[in-house]
């Protein structure tokens, strides 16, 4: 079975604070796909990054960076330096690779706030 | 990247009414679509895999005959809240990946109010 576990349910920290969100999966898939969507207060879903299981590089895009460990199941999600508009609910989504017609499946979401 | 929009973004409606929902693939053409429902703080959860030609597939626990949805080309799925009662009421959102490449995009979600 597959599953996407985000323990922290909210968040809460002040502006500049770097700030790390936690993503735990569980696949039988040899081959996966690792996503991160942000939902701000508007709804629409805003696709962040993907990252195949066979990439275990960490990646750095401007005050984001995620640090995926294959060895422990994790794709945990950093904000450096964080903003008041990086406030909005943060979701970890798992999907087998292989099939672009493949089931998404989403974790329950974390919701970040930052306080000014 | 990809555009997927939907319409309405925001619908009321009265219970027992009908209510379609539209999404569209914009610059692509999508085979599979996927209709995915939120309620208030909560994951999407994903309800039918809409086929482009073919039937949907429902989750387990989705009523195909409350949920209808209708894939008539292949850049339009429709899904239809059929005599909608106020726990119908939630965030609706499509999704539809583009061909070969393992990312889907996703509708900007139509909020559904029942009174």
């Known amino acids: 079975a597959q599953k996407v576990t985000q323990a922290q349910t909210e968040i809460s920290v002040v502006e500049k604070e770097d700030v790390t969100l936690d993503c735990v999966y569980e696949t039988r898939d040899t081959t996966y796909y690792l996503f991160w969507y942000k939902q701000p207060p508007s709804g629409e879903l805003v696709f962040l990054i993907r990252?195949?299981?066979?990439?275990?590089q960490n990646e750095i895009s401007g005050r984001y960076s995620w640090n995926f460990q294959k060895s422990t199941s994790s794709f945990n999600f950093t904000i450096t330096a964080s903003q008041v508009v990086d406030s909005a609910v943060y979701f970890c989504?798992?999907?087998?690779?292989?099939?672009?017609?493949?089931?998404?499946?989403f974790g329950s979401g974390t919701r970040l706030s930052i306080r000014p | 990247g990809a555009v997927v929009s939907q319409h309405p973004s925001r619908v009321i409606c009265k219970s027992g009414t009908s209510v379609k929902i539209e999404c569209r693939s914009l610059d692509f053409q999508a085979t599979t679509m996927f209709w995915y429902r939120q309620f208030p703080k909560k994951s999407l959860m994903l309800m039918a895999t809409s086929n482009e030609g073919s039937k949907a597939t429902y989750e387990q626990g989705v009523e195909k005959d409350k949920f209808l949805i209708n894939h008539a080309s292949l850049t339009l799925s429709t899904l239809t809240v059929t005599s909608a009662h106020p726990e119908d009421s939630s965030f609706y959102i499509c999704?539809?990946?583009?061909?070969?490449?393992?990312?889907?995009?996703f509708g900007p979600g139509t909020r559904l109010t029942v009174l």
């Open positions: 990252r195949n299981s066979f990439d275990e």
């Open positions: 999704s539809a990946p583009t061909s070969g490449v393992d990312t889907q995009y």
């Open positions: 989504a798992l999907t087998p690779a292989g099939s672009s017609a493949s089931k998404i499946i």
